[in-house]
């Protein structure tokens, strides 16, 4: 049976628009790329989530104008389950806007409604295995989360990376914290340029936060995993990686599929994540670059890996 994971959090729309250079005020430029493609962690996590093969539930909101459907179709193409996908009462879903040059990237972003308690409370009719938790969210939304999932016994799995909230207080039902390195600098001060290093960030991490699992990713070194008693390192796979792409979503998604799904032990879920990660770093594909189950099988086994 399919893994059923509720990802709560934000969606939207993301414009794309490239350029040889930024015009000046006053003046017209040409667009050397030009897309328009679902965005927002929420929607990032879920469908990597649906590729691997979980049974993906979004609880996210979406305005009634055109991004807003733009939105649903691409969640329809994924497969994805958008009972909980809340109708924004303004009718604005999310839009960002990614100005590309070679100076560097730009961001404009409209944010659309917050999702309520009452809609996350509502999303809990999934009745999910797991849950995945966007912080951006709000604190009321993400109180919610964590007294159903501790009244329930569901695994919470929480992102804290660099383009997250940094909260002074974790759910106290948090199972799993996953951060990169510039997650970890901004929360402890300390550079995880080895494993020592990474040993004390994720020490004083147990201490702040109180969770059951502490995984760092370290890009293109692979990912380091504490649970109190022990740590491991676990080593990447070697690809040859696309510039630009963040692999955090498709990590956080692969690791929360491996524990529910697998049942495995939580060293061989970070590698199953390492390679789903690869996977989508090294992909061709920039529409639907997440990869799928029978892919991160493959990899694994050419890698005489075997979980």
Do not use: W
């Amino acid at each position: 049976m399919k893994p059923r994971i509720l990802v709560v959090g934000n969606a939207g729309m993301e414009l794309l628009i490239g350029a040889a250079r930024m015009p000046i005020t006053g003046q017209t430029g040409e667009c050397s790329e030009l897309s328009c493609r679902a965005s927002g962690k929420a929607f990032r996590v879920a469908a990597a989530l649906a590729r691997l093969g979980a049974d993906a539930v979004l609880c996210a909101r979406a305005g009634s104008d055109l991004h807003g459907q733009l939105l649903l179709d691409e969640c329809k193409g994924y497969d994805l389950d958008t009972r909980f996908v809340h109708a924004a009462r303004t009718g604005k879903t999310s839009v960002k806007v990614r100005l590309r040059t070679p100076e560097g990237e730009r961001y404009l972003i409209h944010r659309g409604e917050a999702l309520t308690p009452d809609d996350v409370a509502e999303s809990f009719l999934s009745y999910p295995d797991a849950i995945i938790l966007d912080l951006a969210a709000g604190d009321s939304q993400v109180r919610a989360v964590s007294r159903y999932a501790a009244k329930n016994g569901i695994p919470l799995f929480i992102d804290l990376s660099d383009d997250t909230p940094k909260p002074e207080v974790l759910p106290e039902s948090a199972e799993t914290v996953c951060l990169n390195r510039e997650g970890v600098l901004a929360l402890t001060g300390i550079s995880v340029l080895n494993q020592d290093a990474c040993l004390r960030a994720c020490v004083e991490l147990f201490v702040k936060y109180k969770v059951k699992y502490a995984v760092v990713r370290l890009s293109e070194r692979g990912s380091f995993m504490y649970d109190g008693t022990r740590c491991e390192f676990m080593p990447s796979f070697t690809v040859l990686a696309k510039d630009g792409r963040h692999p955090g979503d498709a990590y956080l998604a692969a690791l929360a599929y491996a524990r529910i799904y697998g049942k495995i032990d939580m060293v061989e879920a970070c590698t199953y994540a390492n390679a789903a990660a690869a996977l989508y770093v090294s992909s061709s594909d920039d529409k639907s670059p997440f990869p799928d189950r029978d892919a991160v099988r493959a990899l694994l086994e050419s890698r005489g890996v075997t979980l």
